[in-house]
Every structure is written in structure tokens, then in C-alpha cells.
């Protein structure tokens, strides 16, 4: 019996114990410290924008932290990319905002600016401005920044990106995560690069990446004693994490060029299969780091389901999913108001995203195009 193929698993560069080893030799076993300074200078070169880095505990908190930068509080509206993993969501509801949910456009399965356009003019006449908006790039695919930020610009609301899948990702050469008024990375144990668990917040003034580190450290007022005039929350990185974090930066170029080298390995197997398209970047402009690469399976030319792929490949132990279950088809979202039509909700039912990591190797990938030739030759669809 050969090993489970996952969908996306940790892959350490080499040098992340020596991080470690540097943290426990001078004892710094605590959310601060050499290596979480270290981790935030390696981000903001990787990233290559003048940006100031926040190293947090989770993605999840840099989102957090960014809604309550951007004022969002009780009884506010944000408007939020609705395909997407709940954490994209979950952090409006801790501030007791409510959660405005956008369709997809087809190209880069993120935000629909014409959707986001029609959600703001119309909560605007409903009376409310919204206060932020979350724009992810999904799978690493970059969105259309350009239509979201010039709307975003013409009614003067924050955007927040929601890059925790696209570090590596450029747009018009950009790097993802420093488009919005702030940008979120995440480095959980799936992602591209992980500490095992964290995330940080991408600012562009000392004064954000300041308040960012004040409130995830408890807000402590500069007092001897302790003194607080603000909630704060634990959301600071720490400096062993953050070693696993300098390792996995030495590498991050290398495992980027891997995953892309999964997405043009996944081109090439279903080249000549009807009713099968990759997940691929719909121009020059945009560079996707591939965290991810995913199909969507048309069964009426195909033959097949995503889930008559997805049966076959767990026959095999082979991890594949369906696409992230959109937000605004969540039972704890179902008050939440929603605009656009059926894009996000037919990504949902006809596609999979297949095992991607940098980590694969050459048998992997053989047992992988087995499974696929099984499936597809079965049909009369023999390459
Ligand atoms: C992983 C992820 C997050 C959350 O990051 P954590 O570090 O796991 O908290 C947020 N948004 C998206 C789109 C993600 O994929």
C-alpha cells in the first residue's frame, strides 16, 4: 500500500531548526524576539513594496486586527468576497459588523467588481456605507485589482486583501498582499510556507504596523504598571514559529516555481479531455503562486462528475476537495445579504482542487495521471 497524497503538506526548507536553535539558545521562548524581527525584514524584501509587516498568531487575527484598524464595530457593514474560506468572514462577525457577501466573475473566481459595484450603491440607498472590503485572491489567483480599488477609490472605502493563499502572487508585478490598505498572509500548515500556525498583517504606515503590534500584545498602555485603554487580544507571533518562518523564506521562491510546476503538470494531463479546465491565469497580468490548482469538470461533455473524480482518487488514497462551500450558501451566514448570480455557487458544484505541494514527487504525480486515465479512458477519451 503506497502513501496518502495530500493536498498541500508541510515542506521544511532545511535551516528552520537552526532558527529554532538560535531562539533557545539566547532564550527567546516568547512572542518576541530576533527571529520574528527576522521573519518580518525576510516578508517585506519577499514582497518587495515599502510596506511595514506585523507577524502575527493566524491570518485569521491579521484580519481581525485589520477590520478594527479599519473602525469596523457593532451594527457596521462589510462587504467580503463570498467564495472563500470562512476565516475570509468570520473576523466581521467578531466585531458584530455583518457581512455583505459578493459573487465571483468566470476569470479569476474572486470578486465580481460589477457585483461589488451594485452592493454598494445599493446599501448606500438602503442607508449604510460599508466600511471595508475584503478582497481574496483565491487559490493564489490574483483579482482584479484594478476594477476593485478604482470602485473601492470612487466611494472611499478600505480595502483589505485576503492574501493568505497568495504569497508569490503578482498582479501587473505586484506583489499580492500590498495592494489594499492592508493585505493578509497567512503561514498555516497548508499554506505555501507555514510556521505551523500564523499569519501577519501587511500595513504601509509605522502608525498601523505600530497599533497592529499594541493590540495584539494585550494593548498595554506605556505605564509601569498595567494600564489599559483599549481591548487587546494575543495575537503576536512567536519567535520559535517565526524560526520556522526564516527557514521556509530561504525556500519560498523554489516552492512557488514547484507549485506552478503541479499547475502546468495538470494542463498537460488534461489536455484533450472535454469538459475539463484547469485553473489557469486569464493573462500576463496575473501570476498566481498556485497554491492550489483546481479543475472545474463540465459532466455533460466530460462524462463525469467531480465527485465520480473525487470517489476515484480517494480508492486510491489520493486527498482532492470540491472548491470552498461559498459564504453565502453557510447556515451561519444565511441572514447575510448577497449580490451577483450563480458564478461562485457553480464553481461550488463543479469543481476540485487537486493535490498541489511542492513536496510531490514523480511517482505522486504517475499515480495521480493513473487515477485521471482510469477515469477518462473508461469514457472513450484515450490519449
Ligand atoms: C488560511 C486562510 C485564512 C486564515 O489563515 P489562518 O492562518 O489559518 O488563520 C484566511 N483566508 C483564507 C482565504 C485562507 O485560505
Known amino acids: 500500500?503506497?502513501?496518502?497524497?495530500?493536498?498541500?503538506?508541510?515542506?521544511?526548507?532545511?535551516?528552520?531548526?537552526?532558527?529554532?536553535?538560535?531562539?533557545?539558545?539566547?532564550?527567546?521562548?516568547?512572542?518576541?524576539?530576533?527571529?520574528?524581527?527576522?521573519?518580518?525584514?525576510?516578508?517585506?524584501?519577499?514582497?518587495?513594496?515599502?510596506?511595514?509587516?506585523?507577524?502575527?498568531?493566524?491570518?485569521t487575527a491579521a484580519l481581525h486586527l485589520a477590520l478594527i484598524e479599519c473602525g469596523v464595530g457593532y451594527g457596521d457593514e462589510v462587504i467580503c468576497q463570498s467564495m472563500t474560506f470562512s476565516a475570509s468572514a468570520n473576523p466581521i462577525a467578531y466585531q458584530g459588523a455583518l457581512p455583505i457577501f459578493i459573487d465571483s466573475e468566470k476569470e479569476t473566481w474572486n470578486m465580481c467588481p460589477i457585483?461589488?459595484?451594485?452592493?454598494?450603491k445599493d446599501r448606500l440607498a438602503k442607508g449604510k456605507k460599508p466600511k471595508a472590503i475584503i478582497v481574496v485572491h483565491l487559490y493564489g489567483m490574483p483579482a482584479k485589482m484594478d476594477e476593485i480599488l478604482t470602485i473601492a477609490q470612487e466611494y472611499d472605502i478600505p480595502v483589505i486583501e485576503d492574501a493568505a493563499e497568495a504569497l508569490g502572487s503578482t498582479y501587473k508585478g505586484k506583489s499580492c498582499g500590498t495592494f489594499g490598505r492592508f493585505g493578509v498572509l497567512s503561514f498555516n500548515g497548508n499554506k505555501i510556507i507555514t510556521t505551523s500556525g500564523g499569519g501577519a498583517l501587511v500595513c504601509h504606515t509605522q502608525?498601523?504596523?505600530?497599533?497592529?503590534?499594541?493590540l495584539s500584545t494585550q494593548a498595554r498602555d506605556q505605564a509601569a504598571h498595567y494600564q489599559h485603554s483599549h481591548i487587546g487580544y494575543n495575537?503576536?507571533?512567536?519567535?520559535?514559529?517565526?524560526?520556522?518562518?526564516?527557514?521556509?523564506?530561504?525556500?519560498?521562491?523554489?516552492?512557488?516555481?514547484?507549485?506552478?510546476?503541479?499547475?502546468d503538470f495538470y494542463v498537460e494531463l488534461f489536455r484533450g479531455i472535454d469538459g475539463v479546465t484547469v485553473f489557469t491565469e486569464p493573462s500576463g497580468d496575473f501570476y498566481s503562486n498556485h497554491w492550489l490548482s483546481a479543475i472545474t469538470i463540465d459532466p455533460s461533455l466530460a462524462g463525469k462528475t467531480r465527485q465520480d473524480l473525487h470517489l476515484a482518487f480517494l480508492e486510491d488514497d489520493i486527498e482532492?476537495?470540491?472548491?470552498?462551500?461559498?459564504?453565502?450558501?453557510?447556515?451561519?451566514?444565511?441572514?447575510?445579504?448577497?449580490?451577483?448570480?450563480?458564478?461562485?455557487?457553480?464553481?461550488?458544484?463543479?469543481?476540485?482542487?487537486?493535490?498541489?505541494?511542492s513536496n510531490l514527487t514523480d511517482q505522486d504525480r504517475e499515480r495521480i495521471r493513473n487515477v485521471v486515465?482510469?477515469?477518462?479512458?473508461?469514457?472513450?477519451i484515450d490519449k
Open 207 to 214: 502608525q498601523d504596523k505600530d497599533k497592529a503590534v499594541f
Open 1 to 59: 500500500m503506497s502513501d496518502k497524497i495530500w493536498l498541500s503538506s508541510p515542506h521544511m526548507g532545511g535551516n528552520e531548526l537552526k532558527y529554532i536553535h538560535e531562539a533557545f539558545d539566547a532564550n527567546w521562548i516568547a512572542p518576541l524576539g530576533p527571529n520574528v524581527n527576522g521573519f518580518e525584514k525576510d516578508l517585506k524584501i519577499f514582497l518587495d513594496a515599502d510596506v511595514k509587516v506585523a507577524a502575527l498568531s493566524a491570518g
Open 235 to 263: 495575537y503576536r507571533m512567536s519567535n520559535i514559529s517565526a524560526g520556522i518562518g526564516r527557514g521556509q523564506m530561504e525556500v519560498l521562491s523554489s516552492r512557488v516555481q514547484a507549485r506552478r510546476a503541479m499547475h
Open 115 to 120: 457585483a461589488l459595484k451594485e452592493a454598494i
Open 373 to 380: 486515465r482510469e477515469q477518462f479512458v473508461e469514457i472513450g
Open 320 to 357: 482532492s476537495r470540491p472548491l470552498w462551500k461559498p459564504m453565502h450558501m453557510q447556515p451561519i451566514f444565511a441572514e447575510s445579504p448577497y449580490y451577483g448570480d450563480k458564478v461562485a455557487e457553480t464553481l461550488f458544484d463543479n469543481g476540485l482542487c487537486l493535490p498541489s505541494g
